[in-house]
């Protein structure tokens, strides 16, 4: 079975940081695209940032300069880091992944628990 296990969540006050990690276990063979996504209260996940396999990335609108999608393959981690936070960034964020496992030769998707980020003064 495969697992993605996020840490780092919490409450922090506007204008301040945090850094998200998820960490992929089991039996994998590789990791095509991984990412973040969002649901705060009352609306529907969105997707926060991604990134391929080879390093490409994109991101929300909303989080353009402030977040960073980073991973280590060898790890089969992926980080996002979050700095000059918003209120509106209040949401349970959760790690997303196209995980290939054996014996098969394409991804099936995988999320995370979540965890939870808030940012109140």
């Known amino acids: 079975q495969v697992q993605l296990v996020e840490s780092g969540g919490g409450l922090v006050q506007p204008g301040g940081s945090l850094r998200l990690s998820c960490a992929a276990s089991?039996?994998?063979?590789?990791?095509?695209?991984m990412g973040w996504y969002r649901q705060a209260p009352g609306k529907q996940r969105e997707l926060v940032a991604r990134t391929t396999s080879v390093g490409s990335t994109n991101y929300a609108d909303s989080v353009k300069g402030r977040f960073t999608i980073s991973r280590d393959n060898a790890k089969n981690a992926v980080y996002l880091q979050m700095t000059s936070l918003k209120p509106e960034d209040t949401a349970v964020y959760y790690c997303n992944a196209d995980i290939v496992r054996p014996p098969l030769v394409v991804g099936t998707e995988y999320w995370g628990q979540g965890t939870q980020v808030t940012v109140s003064s």
């Open positions: 089991g039996r994998i063979v590789s990791i095509n695209a």
